[in-house]
């Protein structure tokens, strides 16, 4: 039950209508699945974003919490980032801890935010080496039609930045705060079938697939993560074009993740 | 209930009867049901019910998982019932705890009164359910949820099966508890009902009634989940007539 069965038909029919430079759901190499972002979902999170991208849908919710920095990084506040690919949004997917490659999702989710700064952890000290803000990103995944990542990293960085900082409650502020985001990292996910590369790749796309890359880039024009994911291989001319082409779509995706709406 | 050691203890019935919410005693939360929000379920629905917001999937009949439990006779059913971690005030820690195992044994058992499992020997149906947003009662609008998934999913099945809980509040018998009432109320009686027979197939308690309070108590959840089950029916007419005058003028 945990191995998804793909008919090769299929992939064949995938990667021929990819050779002419066609998709199964008529889109062309360089388009996205509509985009929406629904803000504040869930109103006993500390900020939540619901991201869906064609039949994807993600849901995020921020959670801030008074804990202990790490003794390594007395005057940093903590970052977490979890990816809960529950049963209920795959036929394969099982109770249990983690597999690796949702733990994969969370990872490369987390490494954008990280690499980007999107959040300066300094702010989020409280008292170095005793008290800090412990900032969960917690990503439920409810629907798995194809590029979990990208979906996941638009719900978690849209969900931080309408997040509140529950200073109050905690007795840590007179008044909650809106979390200090000063960055907003978009992954772009490509997937090679035979000599094309599509973006956003759609569950039997990626069944398909002959590798998959992801690019995370910010607005100011640094990349920030990738990932190079599946069996397959990219030339560093591929992986040049296709930083390209992450950049023209984060530009795009950006607006979605800050205010919300459709693309 | 929670009221014990508690340190402000709210008013929650107004001299005239009315709930913290605005809410008469028999008066139910908003109730929202929608069929088939999920693409990748066999059966799908999302309930929100009042400030609770739940999602439910079904899958099957499919091959059982872990094998041992195949049963050769029927159909077997599984049911996870899941709180994501922002879905409560203290962030949960995600995975199984007891109190999540509890809930999702007794909600099985409730499906497998109703379900025609003999029909599927040696296969699973697997119900599985995630509070995204809880606000008390969640595991009556899992159940709710998760009953509208299972008609989604066409499993076939005797009844849906609409749940309630009653309880006890500034001791007076009120229907479908909020956080606060469940917090500070005197007891807590979730119920699920299969309207075709008239039975209970879910029952819990917890805290204090009289005999006579809780007779009134169980007349008062059977009226609600009848409310209850025509949402759960109206849900799947709205998911399925669509469809229909398509097929009519085909």
Redo the contacts between chains.
Sequence with gaps: ?SEEITADILTTHILDLAANGKRMDGRSADQYRPVSVEIG?????DG?ALARIG?T?V?S???L?PGKPFPDTPNAGVLTT?A?L??????TF??GPPQPWAIEVSRVVDRAIRAAEAIDLTKLCVTPGEKTWVC?V?V?V????GNLIDAAMLAGISALHHAILPSKRFGIGEADTPLDVQHTPIECTFVRLGDAIVVDPS?EEERAAQGRLTVATDETGRVVAMQKGLVGAFSPDDIRATVERAFHHGDRLRAVARKGGTL | MGSVGAKDVPVLLSPEGIRVDGRRLDELRPLRVVAGPLHRADGSAFVEWGANKVMAAVYGPREVHPRHLQQNNKAIVQCKYNMAAFSVDERKRPGLDRRSQEISKVIAEAFESVIFAEEYPRTSIDVYIEVLQANAGTRCAGLVAASVALADAGIPMADLVPAVAVGKVAGEIVLDLNKAEDNFGEADLPMALVPQSGRLVLLQMEGHMTREELSHALDMGVKGCQIVYDKMKAALRDRYSAARPAEVAA
Excluded: Q, R, W
């Design positions: 039950m979902f869930v109103t006993t999170a939540s039949d849908a849901l919710g921020i959670k919490e979890n809960e529950i049963p209920l949004s795959s036929p099982e109770p969960y917690d439920h409810l629907d798995h039609s569950f």
